[in-house]
Structures are given as C-alpha cells and as structure tokens.
C-alpha cells in the first residue's frame, strides 16, 4: 500500500474516533440535561402539591375556626338560659320539698336540730367509684342525757332520694357532752347528689332543717 493511502486512512481513522468522542459527550450532555429538567419538574411537582396541600389546611382551619367561634357564641347565648332553668329547678325542689338543703362539698353546714350541729360532706374517689362521705357533729346542750340516732339522706337535682344512711346505738350523750361520727352514704341510685337531709331518729317526724 503506498505511503499515501495509508497516511488518508489514519487520518480517517482519527477523524471518526474524535467524531464518536463528541457524540459519546454530546449524548451524556443531553442525559444529563434531561435528568436535570425531570429532577426540576419533579421538585416543581412536589413543591406544587404541596402549597396545594397547605391551602387545604388553611381553609380546613379556617373552616374549623369559624365553626368554633360559632359553638362559642352560641353556648354563650345558651348559658344565661341554662342557668335560669337550673334556678327554676332549684326553686320548684326547693317549693316542693322545703327541708332539703343544698349540698355542698367539703363546706360545713350547720343544722342546729337537737343535738345535730353541723355536717360537712365530701367526695372520696375509689377507682371509678365516687363515694360520698360525711362528718356530723352531735352536742348535747339539754340538761338530760340523749341516745343519739340519725338518719342522713342526700337527693339528686329533681328532690328524688338516691342515697340513705342510718347510725343507731350510738352512746349516750351527756350534758355538755359532744362527739363527731364518719360514715359513707350508700347510693342505691348511681346519681350525683345535690341536697341532702338529715332526721333524727329519736323523733323521726321530719327531717332536720
């Protein structure tokens, strides 16, 4: 082969390896150019979903507020209501059964009925059980000696009985003699009491007051 030819064959040979080189480098250039546009359409994509997503919440909670400040406003406008029925109710129990009394924890009630003179009540919490628990202070002031015996009785809001405790044998009080006795009123209506009553037991007519 003469020296010419051989010389235009390397020379090709060159040729098409630079050209291949630039393509091989073109074609990476594109792939790279691509993958970064779908790595930006993608982070677009997201970018989108997600203000689209926080406009949601926003108008969830909006939504949310609105309806809160709405349960506001209208158990403001209930609560002047419910306060007048709960003072009707007390004042028909109250016309009804005129003995009872409210009652009240851990606030000393005085009775001053015989030997009854005050009684306190209070709230033990056993688990999920509510017990209620009273103190009552007996004092005799007469000149004679008394056989102490009681009956305490607590009610629910509507005056109707659900809860009953009886103390009998008690030792004699003599005069100027006092004693304090603790008891737990047994419910036999699972209610929550609002009034209470206490009777005695020597006289059993009506109950203190």
């Known amino acids: 082969m003469p020296p010419s030819q051989h010389n235009g064959l390397s020379n090709n040979g060159n040729h ?5 080189r630039l393509v091989s480098r073109s074609s990476q250039r594109l792939i790279l150019a691509i993958s970064l546009v779908a790595s930006l359409v993608a982070l ?44 009707d109710l007390a004042s028909l129990v109250q016309d009804r059964l005129p003995y009872l009394k409210p009652l009240k924890l851990d606030e000393v009630t005085p009775i001053h009925e015989g030997y009854i003179r005050n009684i306190v009540f209070s709230l033990i919490r056993h688990g999920k059980q509510r017990l209620y628990e009273y103190k009552i202070l007996l004092e005799n002031n007469t000149d004679a000696p008394v056989q102490p015996g009681f009956r305490v009785m607590i009610f629910d ?27 737990t009123v047994q419910r036999f209506i699972d209610r929550e009491p609002s009034y209470f009553a206490v009777t005695l037991l020597s006289e059993d007519k009506a109950p203190a007051h």
């Open 157 to 183: 809001r509507y005056g109707i009985q659900i809860g009953l405790h009886e103390v009998r044998e008690l030792p004699q009080l003599l005069p100027g003699e006092s004693t304090s006795q603790n008891a």
């Open 44 to 87: 677009v994509i997201v970018i989108t979903m997600a203000l689209v997503k926080l406009s949601d919440m926003r108008i969830q909670n909006m939504d949310l507020q609105a309806r809160l400040d709405n349960a506001r406003k209208e158990i403001a406008r209930l609560t002047p209501e419910l306060e007048q029925t709960r003072a």
């Open 16 to 20: 098409n390896g630079r050209r291949k």
